[in-house]
């Protein structure tokens, strides 16, 4: 059975859903509730196929590699690999995608009459489509089709609701930045075609022992910012918070949970697979990316008050612990310490997972709110827990999970990652010894301002009184959109209860590396009761944890409210407010929430503040009759990295245009100069 | 006997820890020349407050109404799950720092919400500068931690109680800056001086009271009690953690209650140290705290570079 689940065939019965829900959904276009059914449906049946395709394949460890005949070109082969690390990749996008589709059933619906569903639905299925063939493939040009066909299709979806200006230019923006390092990854592969003459990856990797250092140095660099493009590392980032806030927030959900993870999953293939061994400065790289994206991640999402962009951020920030974790597994395998770089790999596998789940479930949520508030500044939110309960309170669990808080599945992984740094510093040296405990620093306080940011997000979405009218006409959601959040809430919640069960399938990825394939004993484990590091190092039980919490809330409300406190009467009052009347511009808005903050870390932030003032006369200047503040972050990026690479384009192509005269005869001699200089050569 | 210890261990938090702010009380009223409320009046505030009625503001959620129970329930969970007056227990299932200091941001967490649900200018302020801080002190917290779980070579704080650091005189250096590290973050988690000032209702200066002010009744009581648990929680894993002497090695009446004497008297002793810092010096200026939390992390961070 399991042999024909994970058959070539099944594989291709797999593409084929999303296929025909693509094609599908483009010839229904003329009806928007066909379209949308059927766009849907069939991206839910591909899913559920993936979910069982992929968990059969890890289940059973029966990887299949395949060729297609019938390529056109030589060096082009549709050439498919999935291993146990595909495999694992193909379920996070399969359980991702099943959910999003769910919730798009009801999402899309205010879409109707408005723009083309069909539309909507092709560039869906064919976005996912995309993924699967960047996950599977096994060749370098057929790798960049899959590729392109994800950022294609990512970038109509990006520009979909495109009446609003800014979402035109965020996409404009999101295309620029995705050939920028489409450029580095062809880079990366024309240069191991060179030395090794294939783009096929199997042979690259039996192979790799004929690059040279510095052209293997210069593939890593080509590579790393090739895929960071896409993952959203810190300075490439820029794309990330104007693309994920433009797209529909089914989209956004698949785009910040699955589409960057892509770039992941690209470097621990290249990195971890096929082009060890490495030199070590390659996994302090990766580290000290990881260092800087996961603070700086948090940081500025704690300046946002557009929900999406807030989100966006912090997938930069969660990208960032996860390259903590494959940075130090890069470090330990070119170490020779291969135990501790499974325990790494392990954790940035699991961080991969969690995150997926639970930025998903955020994203989703952020749309159901912006579905009701036609807004997405969280200034104008407030008190929507009464209007929307259920959405409130699958919010509350994701905040829970990206905040790391125990039971969910985002305090496991980073555990994880917290152990495997810790290994570091119990054994490294030196100089490498004080930069995991910086990573150390980085990850403890990224948790501290993670847990700060989401108190200031669901405080501002949900509690209080409403900021606007706009609040109290606000209804809960369809039911399909709550299934779809619900049963990531549910997720987020198993995969922390059950850790060590997920942590052990995870171990059989991490065995499938080659570089990781001998440990002698193995550092972590896992049984029914929790998680235990390397002969009692350390241990968890989320089972536990959580057993002990609902027993003591049970004990202290039994005993509180039925024995000390039994005729006790709740009387509902007022706020407390001075003598004043309380209106909704008396709470703390979320920029004012997070400005200490901001002021304490100016030194990075740059917080600027801009007072208008119109006086109604403006000779005396004594009466104004309005006064404004904006408050700002200024953006170090464009200011220090983009803006000089700008100006350093724009003067070289400057001097460019001075050959271009507009003389005929010049334009005669370069013709000759460059008959003479071929003549030459070939002589 | 084991049952029995166990059960100590889980009540001996909630008990004793409304007796140290009584304490802290007793002490700081001497030192101002007054006589001061007995030590046992903070159990006498709590009966009284779980028999009053409620009011609860009518902008309030479910949020409101659970976090008290939430976040008391955190602090005996916590207080169960961390080495009190002896070291033979083990704990491999809740016993983890890590666990305990992200537990300990759950009651943070709805603390801060619950501050911000009813919607007044006092709470959400106090969230935000509760937030603020515990943010900042995350990375000391787990810093001086990591010291100490580095030198025993385990991040169970069972186990790491249970070994006796004071065996390798190397390790001395560290481990004393990690506690002076440690103290800062006590002081700031706990809502005391330079932090805080826990006598004050004054909108400019309060930070934890600002947050529970919308409480009443039990709710009050419960939230008033976990954060005398929190305080006792803190002191408990610095008195034994960082000097984990006198703690009963092996379970027997003589050794269990010589336990809980020598627990008690370095609980004291680091009450005593809270209520004479109190009472010599002033609250900070709120933008000059991170300065201070980031002295906490800088000193761990040199402790974990000592050790070798």
């Known amino acids: ?683 | 006997m084991t049952i029995i210890i166990l059960e100590i261990q889980i009540i001996l938090t909630p008990l004793v820890s409304p007796l140290c702010a009584g304490v802290i009380n007793k002490i700081k009223a001497r030192l101002q020349n007054r006589k001061g409320a007995s030590i046992f009046q903070p159990y006498r505030d709590l009966w009284k407050l779980l028999h009053k009625d409620e009011i609860i503001s009518r902008d309030a959620s479910w949020i409101f109404r659970i976090a008290p129970f939430i976040v008391f329930s955190i602090t005996l969970l916590i207080g169960a799950s961390i080495p009190l007056f002896t070291s033979f227990l083990t704990n491999t299932l809740t016993g983890d720092m890590l666990l305990i200091v992200y537990a300990l941001a759950i009651g943070t967490f709805f603390l801060a919400l619950g501050g911000l649900d009813i919607g007044s200018a006092f709470g959400g302020f106090g969230s935000s500068r509760e937030m603020t801080l515990s943010a900042l002190a995350e990375g000391g917290f787990i810093f001086s931690l990591l010291t100490i779980a580095l030198i025993n070579g385990t991040t169970n704080i069972f186990a790491i109680a249970n070994a006796d650091i004071f065996l390798h005189g190397k390790y001395l250096f560290p481990t004393l800056l990690a506690f002076g590290g440690f103290l800062v973050v006590l002081l700031a988690e706990t809502a005391r001086f330079p932090y805080d000032n826990p006598a004050t209702h004054l909108e400019l200066t309060m930070i934890h009271e600002a947050m529970i002010l919308e409480y009443s009744g039990k709710k009050l009581a419960l939230m008033e009690w976990a954060s005398f648990n929190k305080l006792f929680i803190f002191l408990a894993l610095w008195v034994n953690l960082f000097f984990p002497i006198g703690l009963a090695y092996t379970p027997g009446v003589i050794t269990i209650s010589m336990g809980i004497i020598i627990f008690m008297i370095k609980i004291f002793l680091g009450v005593l140290l809270i209520a004479l810092l109190e009472s010599s010096m002033a609250k900070f200026r709120f933008f000059r705290l991170p300065d201070l939390l980031l002295i906490s992390f800088i000193l761990n961070a040199i402790a974990i570079g000592l050790i070798r």
Not at chain 1, 161 to 173: C, I, P, S, W, Y
Not at chain 1, 217 to 235: D, E
Not at chain 1, 329 to 344: T, V
Not at chain 1, 528 to 533: C, D, N, T, V
């Open chain 1, 1 to 683: 059975m399991l042999e024909i689940i994970t058959s070539p065939i099944s594989f291709f019965i797999l593409l084929s859903l999303f296929f025909v829900g693509a094609i599908g959904s483009l010839l229904l276009r003329k009806d928007d509730d066909s379209a949308n059914i059927w766009s849907n449906f069939f991206a839910i049946a591909g899913s559920l196929w993936g979910l069982l395709f992929s968990v059969a394949t890890i289940i059973s460890e029966h990887t299949a590699a395949f060729l297609v005949n019938g390529s056109p070109f030589p060096l082009l082969s549709f050439s498919f690999n999935i291993d146990l690390l595909s495999a694992f990749f193909i379920f996070i996008i399969s359980l991702i995608a099943l959910f999003c589709s769910i919730y798009a059933v009801g999402y899309v619906r205010h879409y109707y009459q408005k723009y083309n569903i069909g539309a909507l639905g092709f560039f869906y299925n064919f976005f996912i489509l995309g993924i699967l063939l960047v996950l599977t493939a096994s060749n370098g040009i057929f790798f960049l089709i899959g590729w392109e066909i994800m950022s294609v299709a990512s970038f109509f979806m990006v520009i979909y609701d495109r009446d609003d200006q800014e979402n035109v230019k965020a996409g404009f923006l999101y295309l620029v930045m995705t050939y920028i390092g489409t450029a580095f990854i062809v880079v990366a592969f024309l240069l191991l075609y060179k030395f090794i003459g294939s783009f096929d990856f199997v042979p690259i990797k039996s192979g790799v022992a004929l690059l040279p250092i510095g052209a293997k140095n210069i593939i890593f660099l080509a590579a790393l910012i090739g895929f960071g493009v896409k993952a959203g590392i810190i300075p490439l980032h820029i794309w990330l918070p104007a693309a994920h806030p433009a797209a529909p927030s089914h989209i956004s959900a698949l785009m910040s949970g699955v589409m960057i993870k892509t770039g992941i999953f690209m470097m621990m293939r290249l990195f971890l697979d096929i082009l060890q061994p490495i030199p070590i400065w390659w996994g302090i790289v990766v580290l000290i990316i990881g260092i800087i994206s996961s603070l700086l991640g948090v940081l500025y999402a704690l300046t946002e008050h557009d929900i999406k962009r807030l989100l966006a951020y912090h997938s930069i920030e969660n990208i960032g612990i996860i390259l903590l974790g494959l940075g130090s597994a890069l470090i330990f395998s070119s170490l020779s310490m291969p135990a501790l770089a499974f325990l790494s790999l392990v954790a940035a596998l699991f961080h991969t997972l969690n995150h997926a789940i639970f930025k998903s479930l955020l994203f989703l949520g952020a749309g159901s709110v912006i579905n009701q508030m036609h807004t997405r500044n969280m200034e104008e939110y407030g008190g929507l827990i009464k209007y929307m309960p259920q959405t409130a309170f699958f919010f509350l669990i994701g905040s829970m999970a990206i905040s790391a808080l125990p039971p969910f599945n985002g305090f496991f992984s980073e555990w994880l990652t917290f152990q495997s740094l810790f290994q570091g510093i119990a054994i490294l040296d030196s100089s490498m010894r004080w930069l995991f405990i910086l990573a150390v620093g980085a990850l403890a306080f990224t948790g501290g301002l993670a847990l700060a940011c989401f108190v200031k997000a669901f405080g501002s979405i949900f509690l209080a009184r409403p900021r606007s009218t706009e609040v109290t006409h606000a209804k809960e959601s369809p039911r399909s959109m709550l299934i779809g959040m619900g049963a990531l809430a549910m997720l987020s919640f198993l995969f922390g209860i059950f850790s060590s069960q997920t942590v052990s399938l995870l171990e059989k990825i991490g065995r499938s590396f080659d570089v990781l394939q001998k440990i002698p004993e193995t550092i972590l484990v896992s049984n029914s009761q929790g998680l235990m590091i390397e002969n009692s190092f350390s241990s968890v039980s989320g089972l536990t944890f959580l057993l002990s919490l609902v027993g003591a809330l049970i004990v202290v409300a039994i005993i509180i409210d039925l024995i000390i406190n039994r005729s006790q009467k709740i009387k509902i009052g007022a706020t407390w407010d001075c003598g004043t009347d309380l209106n909704p511009r008396m709470e703390i808005t979320s920029t004012g929430f997070a400005r200490s903050i901001v002021v304490i870390f100016k030194g990075i932030l740059k917080p600027s503040i801009q007072h208008t003032i119109d006086y109604s006369d403006s000779e005396s200047r004594y009466l104004p009759r309005t006064r404004t503040v904006s408050l700002g972050v200024g953006d170090v990026y464009k200011s220090y990295f983009y803006q000089p690479i700008l100006t350093m384009i724009t003067s070289l192509s400057m001097r460019v245009k001075n050959i271009q005269s507009g003389n005929t005869n010049i334009y005669v001699l370069y013709i000759l100069i460059a008959l003479l200089v071929s003549l030459f050569s070939i002589l």
